[in-house]
């Protein structure tokens, strides 16, 4: 379905052709029209598919048509798991909106936030934050939502996962009662549906995909290897075409630290994404990336949100993710726009019961193929009863990031209870994602 047929205003019309595009993926084409109309969404769709410009089109248009008002608070709302997914999500809007004159800022943690504050003061109409933060500005009272006319959740099941449910309905019950209130998420989780059914009016609800199903224009390869012959294999990978952007994923955030050190010692321009290092030091490494300035990104899987990268070629599994999911989450950043892509994994013995997991959530074999020089010492096996990491373990060396929820605050914390403050990255406090229900959202 073309763009043109959707009753998108011609500013906005007049972007996407600037970008080239002109036919609306299955997610728009079913969340434009009703959005458009005014109505709550509950919208389900699988990574890859276009879900940020689902919601950023209507949002724009909503807003340029209704009149700007004298106040300076903002008008629209849109909160997301991570950083990098704020980041992501502010560019589409400011791309899509380059002919309207709408204003859109970012606020979440890792900065300072004086300047969030200064342009706060100045009035903006659209807000885009990470939970964490946002309550850091209500409680320090240097942002009203007292006038949001539309709240969007985007990757709200992520969110759940990541230990945000008592942040977000904080948030819920500071905004005004009357808005329209779009909830994107990869699945309709239990927990999604118990947050719709409290926070939002007769929602329509939109799904284009079954849970847990990846694009067909990815192939799966599985590569055996013992865990102490790793780092030597993802060598000898990378280096067969050292100029080909690859993301590479590590289980903790120490393996990526140390993964990069070797790859760049090898010769391999390389950087890492984590929660551990500062918001200059992962915008600087995913700009680098972008620009191919490093042609290898290390990224742990809450770091990986907002990764969003044209005609990226390869996704590499240095460690297999703890939790099934996670996998589906992971190959969705190759095989976007149409383009095809390979999700390659190094699994080692130890990994068997990973893999199986993996198998088992996908509904399909994975090829296994032994790379010559680098077959294991003991098959895989790829039965229920396979072998785990042990805690503590992990292909990429360090100790594994606890799944336990936190117990108790810091000395003199004034924070709520399930409040995640975001330093260290947004998910410091808020490592229940395991506890919930809900699984990893895919981001658009």
Not at 24 to 51: S, V
Not at 127 to 142: C, E, F, K, N, Y
Not at 168 to 184: G, M, N
Not at 393 to 409: H, T
Request: hydrophobic share 40%; no cysteine.
């Amino acid at each position: 379905m073309s763009f043109d047929s959707l009753g998108l205003a011609p500013a906005l019309l007049r972007a996407l052709a600037d970008y080239g595009y002109t036919q609306a993926t299955p997610i728009q084409a079913a969340a434009i029209p009703p959005a458009l109309a005014g109505h709550d969404l509950l919208a389900a769709a699988q990574t890859g598919t276009g879900k940020t410009a689902a919601f950023a089109l209507p949002l724009l248009q909503k807003l340029s048509t209704s009149g700007q008002t004298m106040t300076r608070r903002p008008r629209a709302l849109v909160l997301t798991p991570t950083r990098e997914l704020a980041a992501q999500v502010h560019e589409n809007l400011r791309d899509y909106g380059k002919h309207m004159q709408v204003s859109a800022t970012t606020i979440f943690g890792g900065v300072s936030m004086g300047p969030q504050i200064n342009v706060l003061r100045r009035g903006v109409d659209i807000v885009i934050a990470t939970p964490g933060r946002l309550i850091d500005h209500m409680q320090q009272r240097t942002l009203d939502l007292s006038a949001v006319e539309t709240l969007i959740l985007d990757e709200a099941d992520r969110m759940l996962d990541m230990g945000f449910l008592p942040a977000l309905k904080r948030i819920l019950q500071s905004v005004p009662k009357k808005r329209q209130t779009l909830l994107f998420s990869a699945t309709f989780a239990p927990a999604i549906k118990t947050l719709a059914m409290e926070f939002m009016h007769n929602p329509k609800e939109i799904s284009v995909s079954a849970p847990n199903t990846v694009t067909t224009l990815v192939s799966h390869q599985v590569h055996p290897v013992d865990a102490s012959r790793k780092r030597d294999l993802l060598l000898h990978l990378l280096s067969a075409d050292s100029r080909r952007q690859s993301l590479v994923f590590s289980r903790t955030k120490h393996g990526a630290d140390k993964l990069v050190t070797f790859l760049n010692a090898s010769g391999l321009r390389s950087a890492a994404i984590h929660g551990n290092k500062s918001q200059n030091a992962r915008t600087r490494a995913l700009s680098d990336f972008k620009s191919g300035r490093i042609t290898v990104l290390v990224a742990t899987d809450i770091a990986a949100r907002g990764i969003d990268i044209e005609q990226l070629p390869i996704v590499i599994n240095f460690d297999l993710p703890s939790v099934a999911e996670d996998y589906v989450h992971r190959i969705g950043r190759t095989g976007r726009a149409g383009m095809e892509g390979l999700a390659v994994s190094l699994v080692s013995h130890d990994e068997s019961g990973l893999l199986f997991d993996i198998r088992k959530l996908l509904k399909q074999d994975i090829a296994i193929t032994p790379i010559a020089g680098y077959e294991p010492s003991a098959p895989l096996r790829l039965d229920a009863g396979a072998p785990r990491p042990k805690q503590g373990g992990g292909g990429g060396g360090g100790q594994r990031q606890s799944r336990a929820p936190r117990q108790g605050k810091p000395a003199g914390s004034a924070r709520p209870n399930g409040y995640a403050p975001q330093g260290r990255g947004e998910h410091a406090a808020g490592n229940q994602r395991r506890r919930s229900n809900s699984r990893p959202a895919a981001k658009a």
